[in-house]
């Protein structure tokens, strides 16, 4: 590095002042940088807020449990791209700039949120609707892969060394306000005009409004100057010709990619949608809480504990950033399972009551049970005994658990309690006399369920709403730990040069494929095991394997130069 000139002191390390050239405060640098990201966040989350509508209205011509995954699926679309999306915009920030760059990100993801808005439904246009929603959610993705990084980049660059956990944490608030402020629109949407309403038209309000925030968030972001370590580097002539080669290409750059994403960032984005999406997704598809009361509940949980994405990203100046996020990845494999046990508990009692006294199990031989998954949206379930018991028992929510049969190739028993039902293989039965053996089944099915005290919905009024609230809030307190101090951590890790790069890519793969698809995932899991918990499997596994991969491999960064 070229020393300064001697007008300018330096520390006892050599370093220069806490980028002494720059022309902005701190504060509106910090405060324009997380408006427009909380603005690209409450586009992309809106999709997935409002998953279960988005089904009737898009995923009407194929099952309901088959076209709630498919949801899942195109909202997983837009992670899926999210990586490339690292690459290309990565790129451009380090060659063009970082404040050009999510300029750009941020109209992408605005024309693409205010289309959704505007898409005629599966009823209207037919397979044309799901498709084009798919198109949009990939250039959603898209532009939230250039955001994220030019956004931290941008403020780590700004912000003093000793404090730049602590400035970057308020860009990590950004995807949990955006969230909020997207539930908080939804709320408000579905009060204002009544649950009916909302359900016919009243969803698309929150995407078409997307237009009015995406105006203001450009223009703050319009008045921001360059990154000054980026521009004294570019003055200097020492920006990278070949960002990605440089970033990916060298076997030094590309081992630090993969220590992040592996010891770091998957780990961090499982805890990140278990406890903010999964959670909804939960409550609301498992429980059979109203959307309304689930959005309630997780807005307030959200509200309560955002301000610690602010105290863990102080805490991680002063005490380095691994050991906190490690130890949100630890407590998160550890507890995941008794405080999800806990708010089915908590959040349908009589469900949980019916689950203990009146276990479900299905007995059939495996061979002639399928994966209540269909890709294509045609197949029924109705050609074994097994299939249309465990069909019935996925749409009603019912968690079961399977037990082999002694009789190769024979019908199903569904044993609720004591009571048992069986369903012979309708395979040899006329169209007619299929339809009534179905029928008949699912009617004694559901005398026996309700006999049994399984709900059809969880009674309002029988929530424990504030015990509801603390679990979330315990979840999202996970999430802060893992995710307050991860920009600056990602920041720390890179060279200048091609830090745009090199940190977006872990991220967006990390959080765009292990955490983005983990809804998708977990729900797959549990249509294939009928255990409604089953699905908590998959971020334990990651949250673990990343927790012993960050020990070991890891570094610490927090009293690290980022200057150079």
């Known amino acids: ?98 404040k050009y760059t ?19 439904s599966y009823a209207a246009i037919g397979v044309a609707a799901p498709v084009i ?7 959603q993705g898209l532009a939230l892969g250039g955001e994220y990084g030019g956004a931290a980049t941008y403020v780590a660059e700004h912000a003093p060394d000793n404090r730049r956990g602590l400035y970057t944490s308020f860009i990590q608030t950004t995807a949990t306000l955006g969230l909020f402020l997207a539930l908080l629109v939804v709320i408000g949407t579905r009060l204002i005009i ?22 203001v968030s450009l223009w703050i972001r ?56 999964y959670a909804l997704f939960f409550l609301e598809k498992m429980m059979k809480v109203d959307g309304a009361t689930t959005n309630i509940l997780i807005a307030i949980a959200l509200a309560l504990a955002t301000p610690a994405f602010v105290f863990f990203g102080w805490l991680s100046d002063r005490i380095g950033r691994k050991p906190i996020i490690l130890g949100g ?28 006294a009146s276990p479900v199990t299905v007995t059939a031989d495996p061979a002639t049970c399928s994966v209540q998954f269909d890709p294509i949206g045609k197949t029924k379930f109705d050609t074994t005994g097994c299939d249309i018991a465990k069909s019935y028992l996925a749409k009603a929510g019912v968690s079961y658990r399977n037990i082999e049969s002694a009789v190769p190739g024979g019908g199903a028993e569904v044993r609720v309690g004591s009571t048992v039902i069986a369903i012979a293989n309708p395979g040899a039965l006329s169209v007619e006399a299929k339809k009534a053996a179905i029928d008949a089944f699912q009617a004694d099915a559901k005398v026996a369920l309700t006999a049994a005290g399984y709900p059809e919905k969880a009674d309002p009024a029988a929530i424990n709403k504030p015990m509801v609230v603390g679990i979330l809030f315990i979840l999202v307190l996970y999430v802060t730990m893992v995710y307050g101090p991860i920009a600056a951590l990602l920041v720390e890790l890179f060279p200048t040069n091609i830090r745009y790069s090199s940190m977006s890519l872990p991220y967006h793969i990390g959080n765009g494929w292990f ?32 927790f012993v991969i960050g020990l070991l491999f890891l570094p610490e960064t927090f009293r690290r130069n980022i200057d150079a």
């Open 194 to 215: 009544g649950e009916d309403a909302f359900k016919d038209w009243g969803w698309r309000v929150p995407f078409l409004v997307s237009v009015l925030l995406l105006g």
């Open 133 to 139: 929603l798919v198109l949009l959610r990939m250039l």
């Open 222 to 277: 319009m008045q921001l100057e360059e990154s000054p370590v980026f521009k004294r580097m570019k003055e200097e002539g020492k920006t990278s010709k070949k960002p990605l080669t440089e970033a990916f290409g060298q076997w030094r750059n590309l081992k630090v990619v993969l220590v992040a994403l592996f010891g770091a960032v998957a780990g961090q984005a499982v805890v990140w949608y278990t406890g903010q999406f």
């Open 329 to 356: 990845l630890l407590l998160a494999a550890v507890t995941y399972f008794p405080l999800f046990d806990a708010l089915q508990r908590h959040a349908n009692p009589a469900m949980y009551a019916a689950q203990t």
């Open 515 to 546: 955490g983005g698809f983990l809804p998708t995932i977990a729900f797959a899991m549990v249509a294939a095991s009928g255990d409604i918990t089953f699905g908590l499997w998959y971020p334990i596994g990651v949250a673990a394997l990343t």
């Open 1 to 98: 590095m070229t020393p300064p000139p001697a007008s300018i002191a330096v520390d006892d390390v050599g370093r220069l002042p806490k980028h002494h050239e720059a022309t902005q405060s701190e504060r509106k640098v910090i405060l324009a940088s997380s408006l427009g990201t909380v603005f690209e966040w409450y586009d992309f989350y809106l999709y997935g807020l409002l998953a279960t509508i988005i089904t009737s209205q898009f995923f009407s011509g194929v099952n309901e449990t088959t076209g709630f995954i498919f949801a899942l699926a195109a909202f997983a679309a837009g992670f899926a791209v999210r990586p490339f999306g690292a690459l290309v915009f990565g790129r451009l920030g380090d060659l063009v700039g970082r």
């Open 102 to 120: 999510f300029l750009v990100t941020m109209g992408l993801m605005g024309i693409a949120t205010f289309a959704v808005g505007i898409l005629p």
